[in-house]
C-alpha cells in the first residue's frame, strides 16, 4: 500500500455517526516527486475526492518544484477547507 493509500485510510477512520470532524478539514500528508506531480494515481484520487482541482494543483506543484533535483521525494501536507455555502433545490 503507497503511503498516499495509507494517509487517506488514516483520515477516513473514525466513527461513522458523523460524530468525527469532517474529513476535509484535516491535511492531508503526501510524498510527491519534484517536478512529477501527475493527475493519475495515486495522486488524481486523493485530490479529486476532497474536490481540489488535480489539474491545477498539479501545474502549480510543479512549477514551484521547479528549482530541485527532479524526482527527489518531497513532503507535502494540504488542507481542503470546505465553504460552508451548499447549494439546494
Known amino acids: 500500500m503507497s503511503k ?3 494517509a487517506v485510510r488514516s483520515i477516513r477512520g ?3 455517526g458523523g460524530s468525527a470532524p469532517a ?5 492531508l500528508r ?3 516527486p519534484a517536478g512529477g506531480a501527475a ?3 495515486p495522486l488524481g ?7 481540489v482541482p488535480i489539474s491545477a494543483f498539479c501545474q ?3 512549477a514551484r518544484t521547479q528549482a530541485v533535483r527532479p524526482g527527489v ?11 460552508s455555502l451548499t447549494e439546494t433545490n
Open 4 to 6: 498516499a493509500a495509507r
Open 14 to 16: 473514525g466513527p461513522g
Open 23 to 27: 474529513p476535509s478539514t484535516r491535511p
Open 30 to 32: 503526501l510524498l510527491i
Open 39 to 41: 493527475p493519475g494515481p
Open 45 to 51: 484520487p486523493v485530490l479529486g475526492q476532497r474536490g
Open 60 to 62: 502549480d506543484f510543479n
Open 73 to 83: 521525494p518531497l513532503r507535502v501536507r494540504l488542507t481542503v477547507r470546505v465553504s
